[in-house]
């Protein structure tokens, strides 16, 4: 018996004490795709090379239940998180982020102000519309109003799964002007008009999760138009694919760089997020993948060939800036009745 | 003597360890998920001085008893109870994290909180406290079911309220297709394989098996590439002009359906082919010598035999096919999701553990019920063969 006792007692100081020596490395959760190709060789790799240490990728898909559950069990696994904007502000709230020392961040005078958050470091905008292969159509489509007209585009669309972003196309669609998108949407009214515009397209409707799929379904044909985020449709262009973006009011959002509270790597975090925050950097990223730059020096230093594919400049002044506040407050009824659309 | 039974109880208690250490994580993880379907901690313990006053109060002592609560809130707990309470209606979360920020500053009193934010005049906020802050909560019980109180002591369904309900449904209807499906094909492939030349059942065999060993991923995304609009089996179709326009195969039940049965089938075949491989030859000889044709011989004599296997192996499929998530998901369109899918949609997007562990209770008390209701059925069935 005292032998049991004996390996018992060796078996668990070995466990506890590889536990212990197990260091791991700098973990970054990024979006997967293109996406994260391009981050990695215009930010991950050049910053370890730079600190001589290594580093470890992971994959993120929204949402903070990953985050709040190595918060619960106090087991963080990464030290880097690309979020979106309303993830990040409920996270802070809820001190699942770090705050953000913003004197360690020496370019913040650099910055777009809605870069500038509590708990993150708005990082790359994104313009959130929709695209088409080029191929199946003879007349491009133009505006939001042709996405939802099943008629003169007929065919299987696709959209992400969630009433973010769906509900506000649904209105522009309608004829809502721009700056009245959250206002009309924040009625009862609202919400309807924009139910009953999905009403229309509800039999051709497939829903997306990864934002990879659009470029393959619309690549294999499985879908004629998918709402997307600009990046991956214009790298999808560039690799020779046949697919257009369309600008028109598109919707642009910031992601942000967010440290998870308690990260073991919480010093390289920052310094991570102090030289991705700089023009240079954010400027090879942008070159790597067409989504625009929060350093507001960072648009001077590209070519106009890479300017006219990103959410900058002139393809913001029909667009609409994404509303964090609204889907913090309105997310849980709108996705209530969103599941209750989709499944009926 | 003593020291011999000593030993037996050490030996007996060895043996039966493992059995213990397995109920033990079986059912540790259920029961977790059945308190956090009910669990209301994070709303009581915020709200403990207002939930004396909320129900007899006057307007000034609840809005005292809520200020001073606010007041002594940590406001990383206070977010999460926010959080919770904006499930039930949109506001309430901004609301009471601002009321939170300037709790010290706020009269305590109804006016006082009215001044600063006039939402805080209407009864639904209060009636929501109210409702949410004690211990324990059914609020998620009531979310899945649609059957909200009316107030008399009955309940009622208000309309579209059933949406868990019906994807409940859904989850069994499609489970009950896969099954059906997956015996149809799988019963001639597990009788060839029993009954056929040794070549004929090695081949089955090893095509089973492989299947068996790959990653349901990758079994899944095949039948993407096969089914989808310029996928092999369209291209195949126009090729041979039989159809001129391409098939919408996939994202829809039929795709669901054909790639679930193909996931499931090995669980099928295995179990029915251990059965048939027992039964003799012989049998089905005497069967024919005694007069019998082959359609009688395997309906009487050979296909009884085989019903444990089939029961076995259906039932195997059935439950699993339940539980379902990846092949739905990226096989199916907007109605084909089952039930997994949304409690996975509830854990990710919206944080909302309660209505995840909900929805894990009510597919776990399916599974249990549809069990009971199995093995009942077949020990009646037994019996009544018994008693011929």
């Known amino acids: 018996m005292s032998n049991v006792m004996k390996v018992i007692a060796v078996s668990g100081i070995a466990v506890s004490m590889a536990q212990g020596a197990q260091a791991r490395d700098l973990t970054i959760a990024g979006w997967g795709g293109n996406y994260q190709d391009a981050q990695r060789e215009a930010y991950y790799t050049p910053f370890a090379d730079s600190k001589g240490m290594a580093f470890t990728e992971t994959t993120y898909l929204g949402g903070l239940a990953e985050v709040k559950a190595m918060a619960d069990t106090g087991n963080v696994t990464w030290d880097l998180v690309t979020v979106e904007g309303a993830d990040l502000q409920l996270g802070c709230d809820e001190g699942l982020f770090e705050v953000i020392p913003w004197e360690d961040i020496p370019t913040q005078n650099e910055l777009n102000p809605n870069a500038i958050n509590e708990c993150g470091v708005g990082n790359v905008v994104i313009g959130n519309g929709y695209a088409y292969n080029a191929e199946t159509f003879a007349d491009a489509p133009q505006d939001w109003a042709d996405f939802f007209d099943t008629e003169k585009f007929p065919g299987k669309r696709a959209v992400r799964n969630l009433p973010k972003w769906n509900l506000e196309y649904a209105l522009l669609a309608d004829g809502v002007a721009v700056d009245d998108v959250y206002d009309v949407l924040a009625t009862p009214e609202g919400v309807d008009r924009a139910f009953a515009k999905f009403d229309q397209i509800k039999d051709d409707v497939q829903f997306w999760d990864a934002g990879s799929q659009p470029v393959e379904w619309l690549a294999a044909g499985n879908v004629v138009l998918s709402t997307a985020y600009n990046g991956r449709i214009i790298t999808a262009k560039a690799e020779g694919q046949p697919l257009e973006f369309v600008w028109k009011n598109h919707i642009y959002s910031i992601d942000s760089w967010a440290i998870p509270t308690g990260a073991e790597h919480k010093d390289a975090a920052l310094e991570f997020i102090a030289f991705v925050s700089e023009a240079e950097p954010q400027a090879k990223f942008s070159e790597l993948m067409p989504y625009g730059p929060t350093n507001m020096k960072t648009a001077g230093m590209l070519a106009d060939d890479i300017v006219k594919d990103l959410p900058t400049g002139k393809n913001t002044e029909d667009a609409l800036f994404f509303s964090d506040a609204f889907w913090i407050d309105h997310s849980d009824a709108l996705t209530e009745r969103w599941n209750n659309w989709a499944t009926q | ?388």
């Not at chain 2, 065999?205 to 369209?234: E, Y």
């Not at chain 2, 259906?314 to 089952?338: C, E, H, K, N, R």
């Open chain 2, 1 to 388: 003597m003593r020291n011999a039974n000593g030993n037996r109880l050490a030996t007996v208690m060895l043996l039966v360890m493992p059995l213990m250490i397995y109920l033990l994580f079986y059912l540790y993880p259920l029961l977790t998920v059945a308190s956090q379907s009910v669990d209301n901690s994070t709303l009581y313990e915020q709200f403990q001085t207002l939930s004396e006053v909320v129900e007899e109060g006057s307007p000034d002592e609840r809005a005292a008893a809520l200020v001073a609560d606010l007041v002594a809130a940590d406001r990383r707990d206070l977010a999460e109870a926010a959080r919770n309470l904006n499930q039930e209606r949109s506001g309430f979360r901004s609301l009471l994290i601002n009321s939170g920020k300037k709790a010290e500053e706020i009269p305590p009193t109804m006016e006082g909180l009215i001044a600063f934010d006039k939402r805080w005049g209407q009864q639904v906020y209060w009636d929501i406290l109210a409702r949410n802050i004690a211990p324990i909560t059914w609020r998620h019980f009531q979310k899945a079911s649609g059957f909200k109180p009316d107030g008399d002591g009955g309940f009622v369904q208000a309309e579209g309220d059933d949406i868990y309900l019906r994807i409940m449904v859904r989850t069994i209807v499609i489970a009950t297709q896969v099954t059906l499906l997956t015996l149809l094909v799988g019963y001639p492939l597990a009788y060839a394989a029993a009954n056929g030349k040794p070549r004929l059942a090695t081949i089955v065999f090893m095509v089973v098996l492989l299947s068996f060993w790959t990653s349901i991923l990758v079994r899944t995304s095949a039948w993407v590439v096969l089914l989808q609009t310029h996928g092999l089996l369209n291209n195949l179709l126009i090729s041979l002009r039989i159809i001129s326009e391409p098939l919408q195969l996939i994202f829809n039940r039929f795709g669901t359906v054909v790639a679930m049965t193909h996931v499931l089938l090995p669980f099928a075949i295995l179990p029915i082919f251990n059965v048939m491989r027992t039964i003799p030859v012989s049998q089905s000889d005497a069967s024919r010598s005694l007069g019998a044709g082959g359609v009688e011989t395997f309906l009487r004599v050979y296909f009884p035999q085989t019903l444990r296997g089939v029961a076995v192996g259906g039932g195997t499929v059935f439950i699993l096919a339940l539980g379902f998530y990846i092949t739905p998901a990226l096989t199916g369109g907007p109605s084909d999701q089952m039930l997994s899918y949304y409690i996975a949609d509830f854990v990710k997007k919206s944080l909302n553990w309660g209505m995840a562990s909900v929805l894990s209770v009510m597919l776990f008390g399916c599974v249990v019920l549809i069990l009971g209701l199995g093995s009942g059925a077949w020990l009646l069935f037994k019996s009544r063969k018994g008693g011929h």
